[in-house]
């Protein structure tokens, strides 16, 4: 079985830093891209950032850039979210995402993405 568990999340005052984990099992973690999403009430869900089977390779969101890094740690099957000088704005359910497509491509799409996590909540205090 499946399963991508997210954790981290919490409340923290704007300019603050969280870091977001995605803990993978039940699959053959190193041949999975791996992406966080975002959603916040009454908006669409939103690409954050990607990062390729063996994390040489990163794609962020435009929300994220320069503040956001995204890692992983394959002995570990997980996957981190640094996020840093958060901003009210980002407050969301952060999800993390498992593509098995073995093309080199990082999409910003979820359609490509197979398996989900089921969120983690992220809130940024003015």
């Known amino acids: 079985q499946v399963q991508l568990v997210e954790s981290g999340g919490g409340l923290v005052q704007a300019g603050g830093s969280l870091r977001l984990s995605c803990a993978a099992s039940g699959l053959p973690f190193t041949i999975y891209k791996v992406a966080w999403f975002r959603q916040a009430p009454g908006k669409e869900r939103e690409f954050v950032a990607a990062?390729?089977?063996?994390?040489?390779?990163?794609k962020y969101g435009d929300s994220g850039k320069g503040r956001f890094t995204i890692s992983r740690d394959n002995a570990k099957n997980t996957v981190y979210l640094q996020m840093n000088i958060l901003k009210p704005e980002d407050t969301a359910v952060y999800y993390c995402a498992a593509d098995r497509n073995l093309g080199t491509d990082l999409p910003s799409s979820q359609v490509p993405y197979d398996y989900w996590g089921q969120g983690t909540q992220v809130t940024v205090s003015s």
């Open positions: 990062i390729s089977m063996g994390g040489a390779r990163t």
